[in-house]
C-alpha cells in the first residue's frame, strides 16, 4: 500500500472505490490515490463538505467541549483596527475560540482513512476563528495569527456563504497545482499577515526581525 502525504491532506491509498460510495468520495478518493480526477468536480466538493467542516468544528468544540465564543479584546480591536476598516470587516461580528480543538487528522469519509488540514495552528470557518493556542493578552504572535485569519473572514463575507467560501477555496487549490502554499486564498492572506506584520513592527514596541 502506499501512503500521499502533502500540506492539505494525508492517508494511506491502495482500496478501489467501494459500491457503496456517492460519485463524489469516488472523484476524491481518484484525484489523490489514482491521479484520474474531474476536476471540475472538485469546486463542488467544496461547496458540499465546507459547511459539514464548520458543523463539526463547531460541535467539537462548543457543544462538547465547552469552548467559548469569544470578542476580539479592546487590545485587538486597536491594533487591528486600520486593517479590520480597509477590509471593511465589523470587528462585533468576529468570533474566537482559543485552546481548540482543530480538524487536523479529521475523517471525512468513511470508507477510507481521509484526513485533511494537517498540523495546522488555526483554522476559519465563516466568522469563527479556531485557534489551537491559549489566549495571551497583549501578544503580538498572537496578533499577526489573527490578521491571516481574519482575513478568511473578509473572504467569506465578500462570498457570502461557507458554501461557496469552500468552492472558491477549492478551485485556487487546483489552480495551485494542488498545493496548500500557492492556492490563491491562502497566498493573499499571508500576503495580509506580512503587511499587518511590518505595519505592527513599525508602530508598536515589539522588537521585529
Same mark, same amino acid.
Given at each position: 500500500? /502506499? ?6 491532506? #494525508?492517508?494511506? *491509498?491502495?482500496?478501489? *472505490? ?7 468520495? *469516488? ?5 489523490? *490515490? ?10 463542488? &466538493? ?16 462548543? %457543544? ?13 480591536? /486597536? &491594533? ?23 480538524? %487536523?487528522?479529521? /475523517? ?13 495552528? #488555526?483554522?476559519?470557518?465563516? %466568522? ?5 493556542? #491559549?489566549? /495571551? ?29 469552500? #468552492? ?13 502554499? %500557492? ?15 511590518? &505595519? ?10
Amino acid at each position: 500500500m /502506499k501512503t500521499l502525504t502533502n500540506t492539505s491532506y #494525508a492517508w494511506t *491509498c491502495g482500496q478501489t *472505490c467501494p459500491s457503496n460510495s456517492k460519485q463524489l468520495e *469516488c472523484e476524491l478518493y481518484q484525484l489523490i *490515490c489514482k491521479q484520474n480526477f474531474n476536476t471540475n468536480l472538485l469546486p463542488t &466538493w467544496g461547496k458540499k463538505f465546507f459547511p459539514i467542516f464548520a458543523k463539526d468544528i463547531f460541535k467539537q468544540n462548543i %457543544n462538547q467541549h465547552n469552548k467559548k465564543l469569544q470578542r476580539l479584546t479592546k487590545w485587538q480591536r /486597536k &491594533w487591528l483596527g486600520p486593517f479590520l476598516k480597509q477590509w471593511k470587516l465589523n470587528p462585533y461580528q468576529i468570533r474566537i475560540v482559543y485552546e481548540a480543538k482543530l480538524l %487536523n487528522k479529521h /475523517k471525512i469519509l468513511k470508507n477510507w482513512p481521509i484526513s485533511i488540514m494537517d498540523d495546522t495552528l #488555526a483554522q476559519t470557518f465563516g %466568522n469563527i476563528i479556531y485557534i489551537k493556542r #491559549a489566549y /495571551k493578552p497583549r501578544n503580538g504572535g498572537l496578533l499577526t495569527l489573527l490578521s491571516h485569519e481574519i482575513y478568511h473572514v473578509k473572504q467569506y463575507q465578500e462570498l457570502q456563504s461557507i458554501s461557496n467560501f469552500g #468552492a472558491e477555496y477549492a478551485k485556487h487549490f487546483i489552480n495551485g497545482g494542488f498545493s496548500y502554499d %500557492n492556492n490563491k486564498m491562502e497566498v493573499e492572506a499571508y500576503q495580509a499577515e506580512a503587511t499587518f506584520r511590518k &505595519w505592527l513592527c513599525k508602530h508598536s514596541y515589539w522588537r521585529c526581525n
